[in-house]
Protein backbone atom coordinates (compact mmCIF):
# COMPACT_ATOMS: atom_id res chain seq x y z
CA UNK A 1 0.00 0.00 0.00
CA UNK A 2 1.28 3.31 -1.37
CA UNK A 3 1.81 5.98 0.83
CA UNK A 4 -0.67 8.61 0.68
CA UNK A 5 -3.73 10.12 2.10
CA UNK A 6 -6.11 7.49 1.83
CA UNK A 7 -3.97 5.25 3.37
CA UNK A 8 -2.91 7.71 6.39
CA UNK A 9 -7.19 8.28 6.77
CA UNK A 10 -7.39 4.69 6.57
CA UNK A 11 -5.03 4.48 9.46
CA UNK A 12 -6.70 6.85 11.53
CA UNK A 13 -10.07 4.76 11.30
CA UNK A 14 -7.74 1.63 12.40
CA UNK A 15 -5.96 2.96 15.63
CA UNK A 16 -8.69 5.74 16.62
CA UNK A 17 -10.29 3.66 19.36
CA UNK A 18 -6.85 2.86 20.71
CA UNK A 19 -5.42 6.26 20.60
CA UNK A 20 -5.99 9.35 22.29
CA UNK A 21 -7.35 12.63 20.52
CA UNK A 22 -4.62 14.48 21.69
CA UNK A 23 -5.65 18.08 22.36
CA UNK A 24 -4.06 21.46 20.81
CA UNK A 25 -2.45 24.26 23.04
CA UNK A 26 -2.10 27.49 22.26
CA UNK A 27 -0.40 30.42 24.57
CA UNK A 28 0.14 34.41 24.52
CA UNK A 29 2.85 34.15 26.36
CA UNK A 30 4.95 31.85 23.65
CA UNK A 31 3.45 33.57 20.78
CA UNK A 32 4.71 36.80 22.03
CA UNK A 33 8.26 35.26 22.34
CA UNK A 34 8.68 34.26 18.75
CA UNK A 35 5.85 36.93 16.95
CA UNK A 36 3.79 34.12 15.56
CA UNK A 37 0.66 32.69 16.32
CA UNK A 38 1.53 28.93 17.50
CA UNK A 39 -0.65 26.03 17.79
CA UNK A 40 1.05 23.00 19.39
CA UNK A 41 -0.30 19.14 18.76
CA UNK A 42 0.44 17.72 22.13
CA UNK A 43 1.35 14.22 21.05
CA UNK A 44 3.39 14.27 25.00
CA UNK A 45 -0.36 12.92 26.37
CA UNK A 46 -0.78 10.33 23.72
CA UNK A 47 -0.65 6.67 24.71
CA UNK A 48 2.46 5.56 25.77
CA UNK A 49 4.05 9.74 25.68
CA UNK A 50 4.64 9.84 22.17
CA UNK A 51 3.34 9.78 18.54
CA UNK A 52 5.30 6.48 18.20
CA UNK A 53 1.76 4.89 19.46
CA UNK A 54 0.70 5.65 16.20
CA UNK A 55 2.42 4.10 14.14
CA UNK A 56 3.11 1.36 15.83
CA UNK A 57 -0.56 0.54 15.97
CA UNK A 58 -1.51 0.70 12.62
CA UNK A 59 1.42 -1.37 11.67
CA UNK A 60 0.01 -4.23 14.39
CA UNK A 61 -3.40 -4.08 13.28
CA UNK A 62 -2.63 -4.04 9.41
CA UNK A 63 -1.41 -7.38 10.04
CA UNK A 64 -3.18 -10.16 8.22
CA UNK A 65 -3.88 -13.30 10.67
CA UNK A 66 -0.88 -15.09 9.63
CA UNK A 67 1.29 -12.52 9.64
CA UNK A 68 0.35 -11.26 12.86
CA UNK A 69 0.52 -15.36 14.31
CA UNK A 70 4.31 -15.38 15.98
CA UNK A 71 4.74 -12.06 17.08
CA UNK A 72 6.19 -8.60 15.93
CA UNK A 73 10.13 -7.65 16.58
CA UNK A 74 12.07 -4.43 16.41
CA UNK A 75 14.77 -2.79 17.67
CA UNK A 76 14.48 0.79 19.29
CA UNK A 77 16.12 2.29 22.48
CA UNK A 78 12.87 4.19 22.86
CA UNK A 79 9.49 5.39 21.94
CA UNK A 80 8.65 2.91 19.07
CA UNK A 81 9.48 0.11 21.45
CA UNK A 82 6.73 0.62 24.26
CA UNK A 83 4.49 1.76 21.70
CA UNK A 84 5.11 -1.57 19.48
CA UNK A 85 4.78 -3.89 22.54
CA UNK A 86 1.64 -1.87 23.40
CA UNK A 87 0.37 -2.30 20.16
CA UNK A 88 1.14 -6.01 20.47
CA UNK A 89 -0.55 -6.70 23.50
CA UNK A 90 -3.63 -5.11 22.05
CA UNK A 91 -3.80 -7.69 19.60
CA UNK A 92 -2.71 -10.53 21.65
CA UNK A 93 0.36 -11.75 20.39
CA UNK A 94 3.83 -11.43 21.51
CA UNK A 95 6.54 -8.44 20.65
CA UNK A 96 10.03 -8.87 20.65
CA UNK A 97 12.34 -6.11 21.64
CA UNK A 98 15.55 -6.06 20.85
CA UNK A 99 17.28 -2.53 23.23
CA UNK A 100 20.75 -1.62 23.76
CA UNK A 101 22.42 -3.07 26.97
CA UNK A 102 22.91 1.03 27.83
CA UNK A 103 19.01 1.99 27.30
CA UNK A 104 17.69 4.31 29.69
CA UNK A 105 15.98 2.49 33.11
CA UNK A 106 12.29 4.32 32.37
CA UNK A 107 12.31 3.39 28.81
CA UNK A 108 12.90 -0.12 29.79
CA UNK A 109 10.43 -0.42 32.53
CA UNK A 110 8.19 1.02 29.68
CA UNK A 111 8.83 -1.59 27.36
CA UNK A 112 8.32 -4.53 30.24
CA UNK A 113 5.29 -2.61 31.58
CA UNK A 114 3.16 -3.33 28.03
CA UNK A 115 4.59 -6.83 28.04
CA UNK A 116 7.20 -6.59 25.43
CA UNK A 117 10.12 -9.43 25.95
CA UNK A 118 13.33 -7.38 25.70
CA UNK A 119 16.59 -8.31 24.04
CA UNK A 120 19.55 -6.57 25.03
CA UNK A 121 22.65 -5.73 22.63
CA UNK A 122 25.53 -3.96 22.47
CA UNK A 123 24.79 -0.04 22.15
CA UNK A 124 25.86 -0.14 18.21
CA UNK A 125 23.82 -0.04 15.03
CA UNK A 126 25.66 -3.06 13.80
CA UNK A 127 24.55 -5.18 16.97
CA UNK A 128 20.83 -4.13 17.25
CA UNK A 129 20.35 -5.22 13.41
CA UNK A 130 21.81 -8.45 13.83
CA UNK A 131 19.90 -9.57 17.02
CA UNK A 132 17.11 -8.35 15.78
CA UNK A 133 17.65 -10.86 12.69
CA UNK A 134 18.37 -13.70 15.18
CA UNK A 135 15.31 -13.09 17.07
CA UNK A 136 13.09 -12.90 14.09
CA UNK A 137 15.24 -15.88 12.81
CA UNK A 138 14.50 -17.64 15.85
CA UNK A 139 10.54 -16.59 16.50
CA UNK A 140 9.55 -15.89 13.09
CA UNK A 141 7.72 -12.70 14.19
CA UNK A 142 7.38 -9.91 12.07
CA UNK A 143 9.66 -6.78 11.59
CA UNK A 144 8.18 -3.28 12.14
CA UNK A 145 10.77 -1.22 11.40
CA UNK A 146 10.34 2.28 13.49
CA UNK A 147 10.54 4.84 10.80
CA UNK A 148 11.14 3.07 6.97
CA UNK A 149 7.75 0.84 7.52
CA UNK A 150 4.77 2.29 5.50
CA UNK A 151 2.01 1.49 7.90
CA UNK A 152 4.12 3.36 10.31
CA UNK A 153 4.40 6.34 8.40
CA UNK A 154 0.88 6.43 7.67
CA UNK A 155 0.30 6.09 11.55
CA UNK A 156 2.10 8.84 12.31
CA UNK A 157 0.78 11.02 9.68
CA UNK A 158 -2.89 10.88 11.78
CA UNK A 159 -1.40 13.13 14.03
CA UNK A 160 -1.39 15.79 11.11
CA UNK A 161 -4.48 14.98 10.26
CA UNK A 162 -5.92 15.68 13.72
CA UNK A 163 -4.30 19.12 13.93
CA UNK A 164 -5.54 20.24 10.37
CA UNK A 165 -8.81 19.67 11.74
CA UNK A 166 -8.57 21.49 14.30
CA UNK A 167 -6.43 24.37 12.90
CA UNK A 168 -7.68 24.25 9.11
CA UNK A 169 -5.79 27.70 8.31
CA UNK A 170 -1.89 27.38 9.75
CA UNK A 171 0.36 28.72 6.88
CA UNK A 172 3.28 26.36 8.82
CA UNK A 173 4.18 23.29 10.40
CA UNK A 174 6.88 22.05 12.25
CA UNK A 175 8.16 18.92 12.59
CA UNK A 176 11.23 17.23 13.92
CA UNK A 177 13.64 14.92 11.93
CA UNK A 178 15.32 11.54 13.42
CA UNK A 179 14.53 8.59 10.99
CA UNK A 180 11.84 10.50 9.23
CA UNK A 181 8.97 8.53 10.33
CA UNK A 182 6.70 11.45 11.06
CA UNK A 183 8.09 13.99 9.10
CA UNK A 184 7.14 11.60 5.74
CA UNK A 185 3.83 10.81 7.09
CA UNK A 186 3.13 14.69 8.19
CA UNK A 187 4.20 15.92 4.66
CA UNK A 188 2.34 13.33 2.79
CA UNK A 189 -0.84 14.13 5.33
CA UNK A 190 -0.21 18.23 4.77
CA UNK A 191 0.60 18.64 1.09
CA UNK A 192 -2.50 15.82 0.12
CA UNK A 193 -5.12 18.12 2.23
CA UNK A 194 -3.77 21.93 1.42
CA UNK A 195 -0.50 22.13 -0.48
CA UNK A 196 -0.33 25.70 0.35
CA UNK A 197 0.65 25.45 3.75
CA UNK A 198 4.61 24.97 4.40
CA UNK A 199 6.60 21.85 5.78
CA UNK A 200 9.47 22.72 7.69
CA UNK A 201 12.05 19.95 9.17
CA UNK A 202 13.54 20.75 12.32
CA UNK A 203 16.39 18.66 13.86
CA UNK A 204 19.56 19.40 16.16
CA UNK A 205 22.72 21.05 14.80
CA UNK A 206 24.61 17.57 16.88
CA UNK A 207 22.68 15.23 14.48
CA UNK A 208 22.15 17.21 11.01
CA UNK A 209 22.36 14.59 8.53
CA UNK A 210 18.76 15.58 7.23
CA UNK A 211 20.00 19.32 6.83
CA UNK A 212 23.44 17.87 4.94
CA UNK A 213 21.47 15.59 3.06
CA UNK A 214 18.72 18.04 1.74
CA UNK A 215 21.39 20.69 1.05
CA UNK A 216 23.83 17.62 -0.76
CA UNK A 217 20.45 16.26 -2.96
CA UNK A 218 21.78 12.47 -1.72
CA UNK A 219 21.41 10.69 1.94
CA UNK A 220 24.64 11.41 3.92
CA UNK A 221 24.74 9.16 7.13
CA UNK A 222 24.71 10.33 10.27
CA UNK A 223 28.11 10.57 12.01
CA UNK A 224 28.95 10.85 15.59
CA UNK A 225 25.05 12.01 16.79
CA UNK A 226 25.95 14.39 19.56
CA UNK A 227 22.63 16.14 21.72
CA UNK A 228 20.34 15.57 24.07
CA UNK A 229 17.51 15.15 21.73
CA UNK A 230 17.49 10.97 22.19
CA UNK A 231 14.87 10.55 19.88
CA UNK A 232 16.59 12.28 16.93
CA UNK A 233 19.75 10.61 16.93
CA UNK A 234 19.17 8.18 14.23
CA UNK A 235 19.74 8.93 11.06
CA UNK A 236 16.90 9.76 7.87
CA UNK A 237 15.79 6.51 6.29
CA UNK A 238 15.80 6.10 2.48
CA UNK A 239 11.85 6.63 1.94
CA UNK A 240 11.75 8.88 4.14
CA UNK A 241 14.55 11.11 2.90
CA UNK A 242 13.02 10.86 -0.61
CA UNK A 243 9.07 12.15 0.62
CA UNK A 244 11.30 14.76 1.97
CA UNK A 245 12.78 16.20 -0.88
CA UNK A 246 10.06 16.08 -2.73
CA UNK A 247 7.32 17.88 -0.05
CA UNK A 248 9.60 19.68 2.55
CA UNK A 249 10.24 23.31 2.28
CA UNK A 250 13.28 23.55 4.29
CA UNK A 251 15.12 21.39 7.00
CA UNK A 252 16.75 23.95 9.92
CA UNK A 253 18.81 23.41 12.68
CA UNK A 254 18.74 24.00 16.22
CA UNK A 255 21.78 24.38 18.82
CA UNK A 256 21.96 22.35 22.52
CA UNK A 257 21.57 25.64 24.54
CA UNK A 258 18.34 26.95 21.87
CA UNK A 259 16.82 23.24 22.79
CA UNK A 260 17.39 23.55 25.97
CA UNK A 261 15.60 26.82 26.38
CA UNK A 262 12.97 25.47 24.52
CA UNK A 263 11.95 22.87 26.32
CA UNK A 264 12.00 25.14 29.27
CA UNK A 265 9.94 27.61 27.91
CA UNK A 266 7.64 24.74 27.25
CA UNK A 267 7.12 23.39 30.69
CA UNK A 268 7.33 26.46 32.37
CA UNK A 269 4.87 28.43 30.04
CA UNK A 270 2.48 25.26 28.98
CA UNK A 271 2.49 23.63 32.26
CA UNK A 272 3.68 20.10 30.32
CA UNK A 273 6.25 17.72 29.88
CA UNK A 274 7.82 17.14 26.73
CA UNK A 275 11.42 15.44 25.85
CA UNK A 276 14.22 17.00 24.59
CA UNK A 277 13.48 16.30 20.97
CA UNK A 278 9.71 17.84 21.09
CA UNK A 279 11.34 21.27 22.30
CA UNK A 280 13.27 21.58 18.18
CA UNK A 281 11.01 22.84 16.29
CA UNK A 282 10.08 25.66 19.00
CA UNK A 283 13.70 25.88 19.40
CA UNK A 284 13.89 27.00 15.72
CA UNK A 285 11.13 29.65 16.57
CA UNK A 286 12.96 30.60 18.90
CA UNK A 287 16.84 30.93 17.02
CA UNK A 288 14.65 33.18 14.54
CA UNK A 289 15.50 31.37 11.58
CA UNK A 290 11.88 31.10 10.42
CA UNK A 291 9.98 34.03 9.45
CA UNK A 292 7.12 33.67 12.48
CA UNK A 293 5.69 37.17 12.52
CA UNK A 294 2.06 36.92 12.06
CA UNK A 295 1.82 33.81 11.04
CA UNK A 296 -0.13 30.78 11.86
CA UNK A 297 2.25 27.67 12.98
CA UNK A 298 1.50 24.46 14.10
CA UNK A 299 4.51 21.97 16.06
CA UNK A 300 4.48 18.91 17.17
CA UNK A 301 5.06 18.37 20.92
CA UNK A 302 6.25 14.88 20.20
CA UNK A 303 6.79 13.11 23.50
CA UNK A 304 6.80 13.59 26.90
CA UNK A 305 8.80 10.86 28.53
CA UNK A 306 11.36 13.02 29.80
CA UNK A 307 13.74 11.41 32.75
CA UNK A 308 12.94 13.75 35.84
CA UNK A 309 16.27 12.68 37.13
CA UNK A 310 18.74 14.09 34.81
CA UNK A 311 17.26 17.41 33.36
CA UNK A 312 19.04 19.13 31.04
CA UNK A 313 19.42 22.48 32.79
CA UNK A 314 20.59 20.72 36.18
CA UNK A 315 23.44 19.11 34.76
CA UNK A 316 26.79 20.42 35.74
CA UNK B 1 -22.84 39.44 50.28
CA UNK B 2 -22.96 35.94 52.30
CA UNK B 3 -20.48 32.83 51.03
CA UNK B 4 -23.62 30.73 48.85
CA UNK B 5 -23.83 29.12 46.04
CA UNK B 6 -25.68 32.54 44.40
CA UNK B 7 -22.49 34.10 44.91
CA UNK B 8 -20.27 31.57 43.68
CA UNK B 9 -22.38 31.42 40.54
CA UNK B 10 -22.07 35.32 39.96
CA UNK B 11 -18.59 35.07 40.64
CA UNK B 12 -18.36 32.34 37.63
CA UNK B 13 -20.19 34.91 35.31
CA UNK B 14 -17.88 37.79 36.36
CA UNK B 15 -14.62 36.08 35.52
CA UNK B 16 -15.28 33.47 33.11
CA UNK B 17 -14.56 35.97 29.89
CA UNK B 18 -10.70 36.19 32.34
CA UNK B 19 -10.10 32.88 33.35
CA UNK B 20 -9.25 29.92 31.61
CA UNK B 21 -12.23 26.57 31.56
CA UNK B 22 -9.35 24.33 32.92
CA UNK B 23 -9.40 20.76 31.34
CA UNK B 24 -10.18 17.37 33.67
CA UNK B 25 -7.85 14.76 33.03
CA UNK B 26 -8.22 11.08 33.61
CA UNK B 27 -5.35 8.40 33.88
CA UNK B 28 -5.69 4.69 33.50
CA UNK B 29 -2.63 4.02 35.41
CA UNK B 30 -3.05 6.57 38.39
CA UNK B 31 -6.52 5.01 38.48
CA UNK B 32 -4.66 1.25 38.93
CA UNK B 33 -2.19 3.09 41.62
CA UNK B 34 -5.19 3.80 43.87
CA UNK B 35 -7.88 1.58 42.99
CA UNK B 36 -10.02 5.11 42.43
CA UNK B 37 -11.48 6.19 39.25
CA UNK B 38 -9.53 9.84 39.08
CA UNK B 39 -10.85 13.28 37.78
CA UNK B 40 -7.92 15.81 37.74
CA UNK B 41 -8.86 19.83 37.34
CA UNK B 42 -6.19 21.31 36.22
CA UNK B 43 -5.78 24.42 37.85
CA UNK B 44 -2.20 24.22 36.92
CA UNK B 45 -3.14 25.53 33.69
CA UNK B 46 -5.09 27.96 34.86
CA UNK B 47 -4.13 31.73 34.19
CA UNK B 48 -0.75 32.99 36.57
CA UNK B 49 -0.57 29.29 36.73
CA UNK B 50 -3.25 28.73 39.78
CA UNK B 51 -6.68 28.51 41.16
CA UNK B 52 -5.59 32.08 42.75
CA UNK B 53 -6.36 33.65 39.19
CA UNK B 54 -10.26 32.86 40.37
CA UNK B 55 -10.58 34.37 43.59
CA UNK B 56 -8.81 37.74 42.49
CA UNK B 57 -10.27 38.31 39.50
CA UNK B 58 -13.57 38.38 41.21
CA UNK B 59 -12.49 40.21 44.28
CA UNK B 60 -10.80 43.23 41.57
CA UNK B 61 -14.50 42.76 39.53
CA UNK B 62 -16.80 42.99 42.36
CA UNK B 63 -15.34 46.22 43.41
CA UNK B 64 -17.36 49.53 43.17
CA UNK B 65 -15.80 51.94 40.71
CA UNK B 66 -15.16 54.20 44.07
CA UNK B 67 -13.55 51.51 45.89
CA UNK B 68 -11.35 50.57 42.61
CA UNK B 69 -10.27 53.94 42.54
CA UNK B 70 -7.11 53.78 44.42
CA UNK B 71 -6.19 50.09 43.67
CA UNK B 72 -5.82 46.78 45.79
CA UNK B 73 -3.09 45.79 47.96
CA UNK B 74 -2.21 42.08 49.11
CA UNK B 75 0.58 40.53 51.01
CA UNK B 76 1.67 37.27 49.40
CA UNK B 77 4.21 35.31 49.13
CA UNK B 78 2.75 33.23 46.61
CA UNK B 79 0.58 32.74 43.53
CA UNK B 80 -2.00 35.61 45.29
CA UNK B 81 0.27 37.70 44.25
CA UNK B 82 0.28 37.33 40.95
CA UNK B 83 -3.33 36.54 41.05
CA UNK B 84 -4.23 39.89 42.30
CA UNK B 85 -1.75 42.06 40.22
CA UNK B 86 -3.10 40.09 36.80
CA UNK B 87 -6.71 40.88 38.28
CA UNK B 88 -5.55 44.69 38.81
CA UNK B 89 -4.01 45.36 35.60
CA UNK B 90 -7.47 43.51 33.87
CA UNK B 91 -9.17 46.45 35.66
CA UNK B 92 -6.34 49.44 34.80
CA UNK B 93 -5.78 49.79 38.74
CA UNK B 94 -2.79 49.42 40.62
CA UNK B 95 -2.03 46.53 42.75
CA UNK B 96 0.76 46.73 45.89
CA UNK B 97 1.85 43.89 46.57
CA UNK B 98 3.72 42.97 50.09
CA UNK B 99 6.13 40.14 49.44
CA UNK B 100 8.94 38.96 52.10
CA UNK B 101 12.41 39.67 50.96
CA UNK B 102 13.32 35.92 50.65
CA UNK B 103 10.58 35.01 48.40
CA UNK B 104 11.49 33.07 45.25
CA UNK B 105 12.61 35.03 42.43
CA UNK B 106 10.14 33.03 39.90
CA UNK B 107 7.44 34.14 41.61
CA UNK B 108 8.75 38.07 42.22
CA UNK B 109 9.01 37.80 38.65
CA UNK B 110 5.98 37.03 38.22
CA UNK B 111 4.41 40.04 39.78
CA UNK B 112 6.62 42.32 38.32
CA UNK B 113 5.13 40.60 34.62
CA UNK B 114 1.74 41.50 35.53
CA UNK B 115 2.74 45.12 36.75
CA UNK B 116 2.16 44.77 40.59
CA UNK B 117 4.25 47.10 42.84
CA UNK B 118 6.35 45.39 45.26
CA UNK B 119 7.03 46.15 48.52
CA UNK B 120 9.34 44.08 50.19
CA UNK B 121 9.26 42.99 53.98
CA UNK B 122 11.01 40.95 56.61
CA UNK B 123 9.78 37.47 56.60
CA UNK B 124 7.29 37.05 59.28
CA UNK B 125 3.60 37.01 59.47
CA UNK B 126 3.57 40.32 61.45
CA UNK B 127 6.24 42.46 58.83
CA UNK B 128 4.18 41.32 56.77
CA UNK B 129 0.81 42.70 57.86
CA UNK B 130 2.80 45.85 59.25
CA UNK B 131 3.78 46.72 55.77
CA UNK B 132 0.85 45.77 54.55
CA UNK B 133 -1.44 48.20 56.74
CA UNK B 134 1.04 50.93 56.06
CA UNK B 135 1.00 50.49 52.44
CA UNK B 136 -2.68 50.79 52.38
CA UNK B 137 -2.97 53.99 54.88
CA UNK B 138 -0.34 55.93 51.97
CA UNK B 139 -2.05 54.70 48.92
CA UNK B 140 -5.76 54.12 50.11
CA UNK B 141 -5.97 50.75 48.18
CA UNK B 142 -8.27 48.14 49.22
CA UNK B 143 -7.07 44.94 51.03
CA UNK B 144 -7.95 42.04 49.48
CA UNK B 145 -6.98 39.34 51.98
CA UNK B 146 -5.70 35.74 49.60
CA UNK B 147 -8.06 34.04 51.60
CA UNK B 148 -10.80 35.21 54.39
CA UNK B 149 -12.42 37.54 51.66
CA UNK B 150 -15.65 36.19 50.56
CA UNK B 151 -15.31 37.42 47.10
CA UNK B 152 -12.11 35.85 47.08
CA UNK B 153 -13.68 32.59 48.31
CA UNK B 154 -16.38 32.60 46.26
CA UNK B 155 -14.08 33.15 43.31
CA UNK B 156 -12.32 29.89 43.85
CA UNK B 157 -15.54 28.16 44.43
CA UNK B 158 -15.68 28.29 40.58
CA UNK B 159 -13.56 25.54 40.05
CA UNK B 160 -15.52 23.30 41.97
CA UNK B 161 -18.55 24.72 40.02
CA UNK B 162 -16.61 23.79 37.07
CA UNK B 163 -15.92 20.18 37.92
CA UNK B 164 -18.86 19.30 38.99
CA UNK B 165 -20.28 20.68 35.79
CA UNK B 166 -18.61 18.01 33.34
CA UNK B 167 -18.37 15.14 35.94
CA UNK B 168 -22.09 15.19 37.78
CA UNK B 169 -21.37 11.68 39.88
CA UNK B 170 -18.43 12.36 41.50
CA UNK B 171 -18.37 10.77 45.04
CA UNK B 172 -15.25 12.22 46.52
CA UNK B 173 -13.73 15.53 46.32
CA UNK B 174 -9.96 16.06 47.52
CA UNK B 175 -8.98 19.83 47.93
CA UNK B 176 -5.86 20.82 49.66
CA UNK B 177 -6.41 23.41 52.40
CA UNK B 178 -3.57 26.20 53.66
CA UNK B 179 -5.32 29.54 54.29
CA UNK B 180 -8.66 27.79 53.30
CA UNK B 181 -9.82 30.07 50.51
CA UNK B 182 -10.07 27.35 47.88
CA UNK B 183 -11.94 24.84 50.22
CA UNK B 184 -14.29 27.42 51.56
CA UNK B 185 -15.60 27.67 48.25
CA UNK B 186 -15.41 24.23 46.83
CA UNK B 187 -17.25 22.81 50.34
CA UNK B 188 -19.59 25.54 49.73
CA UNK B 189 -20.57 24.44 45.72
CA UNK B 190 -20.27 20.89 46.20
CA UNK B 191 -22.73 21.20 49.70
CA UNK B 192 -24.88 23.42 47.66
CA UNK B 193 -25.21 21.28 44.41
CA UNK B 194 -25.03 17.65 45.71
CA UNK B 195 -25.18 17.37 49.11
CA UNK B 196 -24.19 13.48 48.98
CA UNK B 197 -20.40 14.62 47.53
CA UNK B 198 -17.82 14.04 50.33
CA UNK B 199 -15.59 16.75 50.64
CA UNK B 200 -11.97 15.70 52.40
CA UNK B 201 -9.32 18.66 52.77
CA UNK B 202 -5.85 17.07 52.32
CA UNK B 203 -2.82 19.18 54.07
CA UNK B 204 1.02 18.21 54.79
CA UNK B 205 1.50 16.37 58.03
CA UNK B 206 4.15 19.01 58.53
CA UNK B 207 1.26 21.54 58.47
CA UNK B 208 -1.29 20.11 60.02
CA UNK B 209 -3.34 22.77 61.78
CA UNK B 210 -6.53 22.56 60.09
CA UNK B 211 -6.21 18.83 61.15
CA UNK B 212 -5.10 19.67 64.32
CA UNK B 213 -7.77 22.56 64.47
CA UNK B 214 -10.64 20.11 63.33
CA UNK B 215 -10.19 17.40 65.95
CA UNK B 216 -9.72 20.15 68.83
CA UNK B 217 -13.15 21.85 67.65
CA UNK B 218 -11.33 25.26 67.42
CA UNK B 219 -8.58 26.88 65.46
CA UNK B 220 -5.15 26.00 66.89
CA UNK B 221 -2.42 28.19 65.19
CA UNK B 222 0.17 26.67 62.52
CA UNK B 223 3.35 26.60 64.54
CA UNK B 224 6.81 26.73 62.33
CA UNK B 225 5.40 24.89 59.31
CA UNK B 226 7.93 22.37 57.43
CA UNK B 227 6.33 21.09 54.16
CA UNK B 228 7.98 21.72 50.62
CA UNK B 229 4.41 22.08 49.92
CA UNK B 230 4.86 26.38 50.01
CA UNK B 231 1.61 27.36 49.25
CA UNK B 232 0.14 25.32 52.21
CA UNK B 233 2.28 26.92 55.24
CA UNK B 234 -0.49 29.32 55.90
CA UNK B 235 -2.92 28.92 59.04
CA UNK B 236 -6.21 28.05 58.30
CA UNK B 237 -8.83 31.43 58.45
CA UNK B 238 -11.69 32.32 60.81
CA UNK B 239 -14.41 31.80 58.60
CA UNK B 240 -12.64 29.33 56.53
CA UNK B 241 -12.44 27.16 60.13
CA UNK B 242 -15.80 27.48 60.24
CA UNK B 243 -16.70 26.49 56.57
CA UNK B 244 -14.63 23.21 57.31
CA UNK B 245 -16.32 22.35 60.44
CA UNK B 246 -19.85 22.65 58.68
CA UNK B 247 -19.03 20.90 55.67
CA UNK B 248 -16.11 19.06 55.27
CA UNK B 249 -16.05 15.24 56.25
CA UNK B 250 -12.61 14.68 57.16
CA UNK B 251 -9.00 16.06 57.57
CA UNK B 252 -6.22 13.79 55.95
CA UNK B 253 -2.89 14.84 56.79
CA UNK B 254 0.28 13.37 54.41
CA UNK B 255 4.17 12.70 54.66
CA UNK B 256 6.61 15.30 53.05
CA UNK B 257 7.48 11.67 51.08
CA UNK B 258 4.07 10.89 49.85
CA UNK B 259 3.84 14.40 48.47
CA UNK B 260 7.08 13.92 46.52
CA UNK B 261 5.88 10.19 45.08
CA UNK B 262 2.36 12.11 44.02
CA UNK B 263 4.08 14.65 42.29
CA UNK B 264 6.83 12.84 40.49
CA UNK B 265 3.86 10.39 39.83
CA UNK B 266 1.72 13.20 38.14
CA UNK B 267 4.40 14.57 36.17
CA UNK B 268 5.63 10.84 34.97
CA UNK B 269 2.43 9.89 34.28
CA UNK B 270 -0.16 12.84 32.91
CA UNK B 271 2.92 14.53 31.88
CA UNK B 272 1.84 17.87 33.38
CA UNK B 273 3.35 20.46 35.56
CA UNK B 274 2.04 20.85 39.23
CA UNK B 275 3.51 22.66 42.39
CA UNK B 276 4.08 20.46 44.91
CA UNK B 277 0.87 21.75 46.96
CA UNK B 278 -1.31 20.25 44.25
CA UNK B 279 -0.23 16.94 44.51
CA UNK B 280 -0.95 16.75 48.24
CA UNK B 281 -4.96 15.20 47.56
CA UNK B 282 -3.33 12.99 44.85
CA UNK B 283 -0.26 11.98 48.28
CA UNK B 284 -3.45 11.00 50.49
CA UNK B 285 -5.14 8.86 47.98
CA UNK B 286 -1.27 6.73 47.93
CA UNK B 287 -1.03 6.53 51.83
CA UNK B 288 -4.33 4.82 51.60
CA UNK B 289 -5.89 7.21 53.93
CA UNK B 290 -9.60 6.91 51.90
CA UNK B 291 -11.59 4.50 50.80
CA UNK B 292 -10.89 5.13 47.20
CA UNK B 293 -11.93 1.43 45.71
CA UNK B 294 -14.07 1.90 43.26
CA UNK B 295 -14.90 5.13 44.02
CA UNK B 296 -15.52 8.15 41.56
CA UNK B 297 -13.61 11.14 42.99
CA UNK B 298 -12.81 14.57 42.17
CA UNK B 299 -9.05 15.89 42.75
CA UNK B 300 -8.34 19.76 42.12
CA UNK B 301 -4.70 19.97 40.99
CA UNK B 302 -4.32 23.63 42.41
CA UNK B 303 -1.23 25.22 40.36
CA UNK B 304 1.48 24.72 38.15
CA UNK B 305 4.67 26.76 39.66
CA UNK B 306 7.10 24.63 39.91
CA UNK B 307 10.50 25.89 40.43
CA UNK B 308 12.28 23.72 37.59
CA UNK B 309 15.78 24.18 39.24
CA UNK B 310 14.59 22.94 42.62
CA UNK B 311 12.81 19.55 41.99
CA UNK B 312 12.86 18.01 45.36
CA UNK B 313 13.21 14.68 44.15
CA UNK B 314 17.02 15.90 43.22
CA UNK B 315 18.14 17.76 46.30
CA UNK B 316 20.90 16.20 48.32
Request: net charge neutral; hydrophobic share 45%; proline share 6%.
Amino acid sequence: MPLDLAAIRAAHARIRPHIHRTPVLTSTRLDAATGGTLFFKCENFQKTGSFKARGATNAVLSLTDAEAARGVATHSSGNHAAALARGARLRGIPAFIVMPANSSAPKIRAVEAYGGQINFCAPTTRAREETCARVIAATGAMLIHPFTDERVMAGQGTAALELLEDCPDLELILCPVGGGGLLAGTAIAVKSIKPDIRVIATEPAGADDAAQSFAAGHRIPVDQPATIADGLRTGIGEPNFAILQRHVEAVVTVSEESIVAAMRAILETLKIIVEPSAAVPYAALLERKLPAAGRRIGLILTGGNLDLDALPWLKT
